[in-house]
T-cell receptor, first 115, second 115 residues
Framework: AQKITQTQPGMFVQEKEAVTLDCTYD???????LFWYKQPSSGEMIFLIY??????QNATEGRYSLNFQKARKSANLVISASQLGDSAMYFC????????????FGKGTKLTVNP | EAGVVQSPRYKIIEKKQPVAFWCNPI?????LYWYLQNLGQGPELLIR????????DSQLPKDRFSAERLKGVDSTLKIQPAELGDSAVYLC???FGGGVYNEQFFGPGTRLTVL
């Protein structure tokens, strides 16, 4: 069965510093996708970054990068140069073929950026 | 390009009353999803549509929940009768096709409070 684990309920970071949000996953499929979403207090889920299971390079999107370690089944999100607007909930999610292609989410990590 | 539109944004009802949520996906997106997000949790899939067809409704509590997607565009999710435990955020998402690698775009959600 698909499973996403985010072990950090809350994280704090100083403005302009980098932060890593942890995510581990479990699947028996060879083909899957890993996603990170940001959910500010307004409630909308905002797509940040995607990593495919066959991608050899780690994904990057601006200040976001995904540290993909396939053998360890981890897909950590790295945010560089944190900004006050990065304060939000962050969800890791996975989609595989065995799970009817639905997104399975972790419980999320609440990131607070301090000035 | 307009994003996923949901209405209402907030709804407060008394238990045993019916309630309906509406979703308009991004133009051209044939796949539509309804998710339930309880407080402090990640979203969980309720139902997935491919065009007009509900291809995955295994998590939809069919005794009180129903959904429809007439003409393969807009969708409505209904609860009748509502219970206290239904208080949550109901998120709609859409994508162009299903598949492991396709990004899902989310709407702002409807926050339901059942008194």
């Amino acid at each position: 069965a698909q499973k996403i684990t985010q072990t950090q309920p809350g994280m704090f970071v100083q403005e302009k510093e980098a932060v890593t949000l942890d995510c581990t996953y479990d699947t028996s499929d060879q083909s899957y996708g890993l996603f990170w979403y940001k959910q500010p207090s307004s409630g909308e889920m905002i797509f940040l970054i995607y990593q495919g299971s066959y991608d050899e390079q780690n994904a990057t999107e601006g200040r976001y990068s995904l540290n993909f370690q396939k053998a360890r089944k981890s897909a950590n999100l790295v945010i560089s140069a944190s900004q006050l607007g990065d304060s939000a909930m962050y969800f890791c999610a996975m989609r595989d073929q065995g799970g009817s292609e639905k997104l399975v989410f972790g419980k999320g990590t609440k990131l607070t950026v301090n000035p | 390009e307009a994003g996923v539109v949901q209405s209402p944004r907030y709804k407060i009802i008394e238990k045993k009353q019916p309630v309906a949520f509406w979703c308009n996906p991004i133009s051209g997106h044939n796949t539509l999803y309804w998710y339930l997000q309880n407080l402090g949790q990640g979203p969980e899939l309720l139902i997935r549509y491919e065009n007009e067809e509900a291809v995955d409704d295994s998590q939809l509590p069919k005794d009180r929940f129903s959904a429809e997607r007439l003409k393969g565009v807009d969708s409505t999710l209904k609860i009748q009768p509502a219970e206290l435990g239904d208080s949550a955020v109901y998120l709609c998402a859409s994508s162009f096709g299903g598949g492991v690698y396709n990004e899902q775009f989310f709407g702002p959600g409807t926050r339901l409070t059942v008194l």
